[in-house]
């Protein structure tokens, strides 16, 4: 599975950005896609999740309230709206997939069986 992450950029503080994660040839069907991001000299934590099996979305307490993720089901492919952004959110933020058929998303890394490379999101002050 080759995940594409894209949107990142620079914007300043309190400003949006939009990214999106497709897969190629892969259809999410009843997956799991997830975000997480990762600061320079910090571990990855988790961002927000969608399980398309059942449409339920679970986001970090750090972003609950300016970001959200939705889903394309035609386009196969997941958006995470970033609003209101600061500039503790710059990350490389990458979208992974659970295959598991979840009902509810999981938040742990360990549980994603495939992973992007990642789109760069630097939010200046």
């Known amino acids: 599975v080759q995940l594409q992450a894209s949107g990142g950029g620079l914007v300043q503080a309190g400003g949006s950005l939009r990214l999106a994660c497709a897969a190629p040839?892969?259809?999410?069907?009843?997956?799991?896609v997830g975000w997480f991001r990762q600061a320079p000299g910090k571990e990855r934590e988790f961002v927000a999740a969608v399980s398309w099996n059942s449409g339920r979305t679970i986001y970090a307490d750090s972003v609950k309230g300016r970001f959200t993720s939705s889903r394309d089901t035609a386009e196969n492919t997941q958006y995470l709206q970033m609003n209101s952004l600061k500039p503790e959110d710059t990350a490389l933020y990458h979208c992974?997939?659970?295959?598991?058929?979840?009902?509810?998303?999981?938040?742990?890394?360990?549980?994603?069986?495939?992973w992007g490379p990642g789109t760069l999101v630097t939010v200046s002050s």
């Open positions: 040839g892969w259809p999410f069907g009843r997956d799991t």
């Open positions: 992974a997939v659970d295959t598991t058929r979840r009902w509810t998303p999981s938040s742990t890394s360990s549980s994603y069986d495939y």
